[in-house]
């Protein structure tokens, strides 16, 4: 049981350079979610998917996208990647959207544009 | 809105010395109340959580927390400070109908020999 996965675990981009950042999770929970963390700021949640078919705008998705390719896995893709970007990603899941739902972490990409 | 304030973004101890880590939420509804630790380089993991049933939380690793309503508090405690606590901290707030953790920015315990 792996839990939440998270490919890759660093990555270097030229600003402009788009990517994918893969994210699964082996719990058959139907929530899943992207959080950036940067120093001082803790988690900020950029998009969220309450279940398989949907996705919802977090607190800062400008740049992002995401897909809930199907119940395990969720990517975020950064089309033109800009140096704001730089930043340590996690994805999360939970059984359900319940606000009392404990959230499990994936163990982070750590992405640098330059 | 929902907000944590977490007082203090490095507190250091000594091995065997009392842990207090502080939190302070603002919530417009009745919140649910989480901590979660990030050993470095590591993902985030639940430490314990406040769902309204009691308000003595305790959790994993001889932590708990208090839920007091009157201070919006829920600061996280530890008798006895071991070095393997040495670890960021996060106390996040969720509020009932919402989807969304709201985080606070993190407080980094350091752990003295």
């Known amino acids: 049981n792996a839990g939440v996965t998270q490919t890759p675990k660093f990555q270097v981009l030229k600003t402009g350079q788009s990517m994918t950042l893969q994210c699964a999770q082996d719990?058959?929970?139907?929530?899943m979610y992207w959080y950036r963390q940067d120093p001082g700021m803790g988690l900020r949640l950029i998009y969220y998917s309450a279940s398989e078919g949907t996705t919802d705008k977090g607190e800062v998705p400008n740049g992002y996208n995401v897909s809930r390719l199907n119940k395990r896995e969720f990517s975020l893709r950064l089309e033109s990647a800009a140096p704001s970007q730089t930043s340590v990603y996690f994805c999360a899941s939970s059984p359900s959207s319940g606000s009392s739902d404990t959230q499990y972490f994936g163990p982070g990409t750590r992405l640098t544009v330059l | 809105a929902q907000s944590v304030t977490q007082l203090g973004s490095h507190v250091s101890v000594s091995e065997g010395a009392l842990v207090l880590l502080r939190c302070n939420y603002s919530s417009s509804v009745p919140p649910y109340l989480f901590w979660y630790v990030q050993y470095p380089n590591q993902g985030l993991q639940l430490l314990l959580k406040y769902t309204s049933a009691a308000t003595l939380v305790k959790g994993i690793n001889g932590f708990e927390a208090e839920f007091k309503k009157s201070e919006t508090s829920f600061h996280l405690t530890k008798p006895s400070a071991h070095m393997s606590d040495a670890a960021e901290y996060f106390c996040a707030v969720s509020a009932a109908g919402r989807r969304a953790l709201t985080f606070g920015s993190g407080t980094r315990l350091q752990v003295q020999p």
């Open positions: 719990m058959n929970h139907n929530s």
